[in-house]
DNA sequence: AAAACGTGGAT
DNA sequence: TATCCAAGTTT
């Protein structure tokens, strides 16, 4: 089955049509011997996990400028860590990131092992950021699934199992087609093809190297592949922020714990998301309900937040959170969601003083 | 094994 | 506005 489908036909499109990325080594230079630095392909992978290259980019470039090797990252503070990730979401990946960074300093001698088996052992790599790795990173010859590769084993080959049931056989036709030669290559060639020609939408099939092989084109379902099971709906979740602002300038923020939803972020106190009437503000004031609710979509439920505001005196004690200084906060450090909610509360500020 | 886990851009 | 989607992992 596999003879019909050209790997060789793949890697010469790769060579005239690579993405030009900050963390990659293109083909030409791969061919004259260079290869990525390791940590570099680790980061960038970590980072791409259900992540636009878009969104990606500006991470990467200032993690690497923060920390250029993994020993850099492994000494780094965790709230410098977290708030330089914020933004980027699903946070859990950044508290891994800095386990790994310190796993391979303390236990591999600052060096990532060079095996994918290894590579699954470390926290926060999976089956495919594993095998990205050994492929990018180390030329082996192992075979990496992500979305694009489902998608296109799903077309090249007319699987209309929905996901994730296919991901078995996805598995098997992607390992068939992995090639012996430039594994890095080949690895970021089949993702390259899913990203920027047999796109989810609208697939270039025209100018498809695959083209003539595949079996989705030849029965017209291109655009249906592949399926995917149906997903469930969000409710809606309700709950109240609390933003204090003291008379020196100092916010009054939280760290959240160390597991769960935003797990290790800053943030502002609150209830719990669950609506509940018996909520407690973190500090006694004259808090002010700005009549304005902050609206954020997670990954399985929607929310809105009233925000509540209030000024404070130099000796105001909360019974939650610390004031942190303007020169030890950064807007920036904050996840979205609690950026949109200091974004409104900075606002009624602003509005009370003029 | 199903659910938890973020966000921004495109349609 | 609502939905889909993006280089998935963990529990």
């Known amino acids: 089955m596999s003879e019909a489908v050209d790997t060789q036909a793949l890697l010469d499109w790769y060579d005239d049509h690579a993405r030009e990325l900050p963390w990659r080594v293109g083909p030409r230079d791969r061919a004259a011997g260079w290869r990525p630095d390791p940590y570099r392909v680790w980061l960038s992978e970590v980072m ?10 500006g991470y990467f470039e200032r993690f690497t400028a923060l920390w250029p090797t993994v020993a850099d990252l492994a000494a780094a503070e ?20 800095l386990k790994c960074a310190r796993a391979v300093v303390a236990g ?8 994918r088996d290894g590579l699954m052992a470390l926290p926060g790599i999976g089956p495919y950021t594993a095998a990205a790795i050994a492929a990018i990173a180390f030329d082996r010859p192992e075979a990496v699934v992500d979305g694009n590769v489902e998608r296109v084993m799903a077309r090249l080959w007319d699987i209309r199992t929905p996901l994730p049931a296919a991901k078995p056989e996805i598995g098997a036709a992607a390992a068939r087609l992995t090639h012996d030669a430039r594994p890095g290559d080949y690895a970021q060639a089949v993702m390259d093809l899913g990203a920027t020609v047999c796109t989810p939408r609208a697939p270039a099939c025209g100018i498809c190297p695959w083209m003539e092989a595949c079996a989705g084109r030849a029965a017209g379902v291109v655009a249906e592949l592949p399926a995917k099971a149906p997903k469930k709906a969000r409710p809606l979740r309700l709950g109240h922020a609390y933003v204090a602002r003291r008379s020196d300038g100092a916010w009054l923020l939280e760290r959240r714990a160390g597991r769960g939803l935003l797990g290790g972020m800053l943030g502002w106190p609150g209830s719990d998301w669950d609506d509940a009437p018996d909520h407690a503000p973190p500090l006694e004031a004259g808090w002010r309900d700005i009549g304005a609710e902050a609206r954020h979509t997670f990954t399985h439920f929607h929310l809105r937040l009233r925000v509540h505001v209030a000024e404070v005196g130099p000796d105001a004690a909360p019974a939650r959170g610390e004031f942190l200084s303007p020169a030890a906060f950064r807007p920036s450090d904050l996840p979205t969601v609690m950026r949109k909610v200091f974004d409104l509360a900075r606002g009624a500020f602003d509005t009370d003083m003029s």
């Open 48 to 57: 791409l996990q259900q992540t636009t290259v878009a969104a990606v980019r």
């Open 78 to 97: 965790d709230a410098r860590v977290m708030g330089e990730w914020a933004g980027l979401g699903y946070y859990a990946r950044a508290r891994n990131l």
């Open 108 to 115: 591999h001698g600052g060096r990532f092992p060079d095996t």
